[in-house]
């Protein structure tokens, strides 16, 4: 079903993997992963719902967690720091089109940052749900679900999360990328859209047979 994805993402130097379930996702994680790793990741969802924050936080591994209880600014912006030589970094992407491309959009980005650069291996956990045909496909997705839902989750009131849609798609159809609200409070600030590695096999990407975040 996902070959030609497949070998999309392998002809840009990403690794994929197929996992039918979450479960499935859980257990590929587990075979990355070696004891006493320095391990972070983003504040993602769909990582969250296939349980690796648990597997981190209770097994033998030195996980730097941006959601620990009771964190505080000074405490997260070293996670934030210890990211750039980590072993492993968790994130998803807001996107992926069917040529290989990853599409992701940040507020303070250091998930874009960490995904081009830094750790020595980025893991994404990617649902079925958010692989669109091209970057343009990929750049309404953001507009239309992954910046409303994110707003709501985390409890931002931008025009977005009020509207259910980026500002921008009130009058055009097509905005441009970067088109959207002034916010001070605006999560889609940078852009990043990644195509071809330089290091081959540095992200590995776990396409799972399910809806999973935003």
Same mark, same amino acid.
């Given at each position: 079903m996902y070959k030609n994805l497949f070998r999309a993402l392998e002809n840009n130097n990403i690794k994929p993997y197929y996992a039918e379930n /979450?479960?499935?996702?859980? @257990? +590929?994680?587990? @075979? =990355?992963? *070696?004891? $006493?790793?320095?391990?972070?990741?983003?504040g993602?969802?769909?990582?969250?719902?296939?349980?690796? $924050? %648990? =597997?981190?936080? &209770?097994?033998n591994y030195n996980y730097f967690d941006r959601n620990k209880k009771g964190i505080s600014a000074d405490e997260q912006l #070293?996670? *934030?720091?210890?990211?750039?030589?980590? %072993? *492993?970094? *968790?994130?998803?992407?807001?996107?992926?089109? @069917? #040529?290989?491309?990853?599409?992701?959009?940040d507020g303070n980005? $250091? !998930? +874009?940052?960490?995904?081009?650069?830094?750790?020595?291996?980025? +893991?994404?956990?990617?649902? /079925?749900?958010?692989?669109?045909? &091209?970057?343009?496909?990929?750049?309404? !997705?953001? /507009?239309?679900?992954?910046?409303?839902?994110?707003?709501? !989750?985390?409890?931002? %009131? &931008?025009?977005?999360r009020k509207l259910g849609h980026c500002i921008s798609l009130e009058n055009n159809d097509n905005p441009s990328m970067t088109d959207g609200c002034n916010c001070l409070t605006r999560i889609c600030r $940078?852009?990043? +859209?990644?195509g071809k590695q330089k290091d081959k096999d540095r992200i590995n990407l776990i396409l799972v047979d399910e809806d999973l975040g935003y």
């Open positions: /979450k479960a499935k996702a859980l @257990e +590929i994680v587990k @075979e =990355l992963l *070696f004891e $006493n790793a320095v391990i972070t990741g983003g993602s969802v769909s990582v969250n719902q296939i349980g690796v $924050n %648990d =597997l981190l936080k &209770n097994g #070293n996670v *934030f720091k210890a990211t750039v030589g980590a %072993d *492993f970094y *968790f994130c998803s992407t807001n996107a992926l089109t @069917e #040529n290989g491309e990853l599409i992701n959009v980005s $250091n !998930r +874009i940052s960490a995904i081009a650069f830094g750790p020595k291996k980025v +893991i994404m956990i990617v649902g /079925k749900n958010k692989i669109v045909k &091209n970057v343009e496909e990929g750049i309404l !997705r953001v /507009k239309k679900t992954a910046a409303p839902l994110n707003c709501e !989750r985390l409890g931002i %009131d &931008n025009p977005c $940078n852009y990043l +859209i990644s």
